[in-house]
């Protein structure tokens, strides 16, 4: 079993920056593919970013040199740095993990995080 704990949500304003972590626990953190995905209000669930286990990326095309997904193993922890954020990024974001990195960037894999809010407005 794997248990995944976002946090690094908030308030900012457009133009701002937020970091967002994602702590894994009960599982071989470096051999799991990582992502994060979001969901606003009246929207599907979409994915944001993901890093597999050989360090390869994928963004999706609205946040491509906005975001950076990156991976921490030693401290089983993956990061969303978000910056230059616009008000349609608002929006909980979850992180989820997988063996399968297909899986994870795409309709998302196996285990999923509570959430965190990311509220962008003036």
């Known amino acids: 079993q794997v248990q995944l704990v976002e946090s690094g949500g908030g308030l900012v304003q457009p133009g701002g920056s937020l970091r967002l972590s994602c702590a894994a626990s009960g599982g071989n953190f470096r051999l799991y593919a990582m992502g994060w995905y979001r969901q606003a209000p009246g929207k599907q669930r979409e994915l944001v970013a993901a890093?597999?286990?050989?360090?390869?990326?994928k963004y999706a095309d609205s946040v491509k040199g906005r975001f950076t997904i990156s991976r921490d193993n030693a401290k089983n922890t993956v990061y969303l740095q978000m910056n230059n954020l616009k008000p349609e990024d608002t929006a909980v974001y979850y992180c989820?993990?997988?063996?399968?990195?297909?899986?994870?960037?795409?309709?998302?894999?196996?285990?999923w995080g509570q959430g965190t809010q990311v509220t962008v407005s003036s």
């Open positions: 989820n993990a997988d063996l399968d990195p297909i899986r994870t960037m795409t309709w998302g894999g196996a285990y």
């Open positions: 890093i597999a286990s050989d360090g390869s990326t």
